[in-house]
Nanobody, 123 residues
Framework: LQLVESGGGLVQPGGSLRLSCEPSGFNVDYYSMGWFRQAPGKDREGVACISLYDNRSKIAESLKGRFTVTRNRGANTVYLQLSSLKPEDTAIYFC?????????????????WGQGTQVTVSL
């Protein structure tokens, strides 16, 4: 089972990006999905998740209002929309999956991880 992130890149402060997470070998409809990020020299940080059971999302408190997570069941893809980006959002962004019905933004609960996509916010 694999997860592949895409959509990262270089963006100016205030800009937006949409990251995608596509699985290989399974259907995201049957998993709770999470997004995490890790900046250079910092610990991995939970960003958002979306539950298997009711498709409700959770966003890290410090990121509410700027980041949104959604699931496209027909496309078998999960998205992370990043808006009003700041330089401190620069990090590698990872998606991950776990099979419990309710999501939580706790990395230890996740079973499968992607390789990550780099997001750089800079002038």
């Amino acid at each position: 089972l694999q997860l592949v992130e895409s959509g990262g890149g270089l963006v100016q402060p205030g800009g937006s990006l949409r990251l995608s997470c596509e699985p290989s070998g399974f259907n995201v409809d049957y998993y709770s999905m999470g997004w995490f990020r890790q900046a250079p020299g910092k610990d991995r940080e939970g960003v958002a998740c979306i539950s298997l059971y009711d498709n409700r999302s959770k966003i890290a408190e410090s990121l509410k209002g700027r980041f949104t997570v959604t699931r496209n069941r027909g496309a078998n893809t999960v998205y992370l929309q990043l808006s009003s980006l700041k330089p401190e959002d620069t990090a590698i962004y990872f998606c991950a999956s776990h099979s419990t019905p309710w999501c939580d933004i706790v990395a230890e609960k996740y079973d499968y991880w992607g390789q990550g996509t780099q997001v750089t916010v800079s002038l």
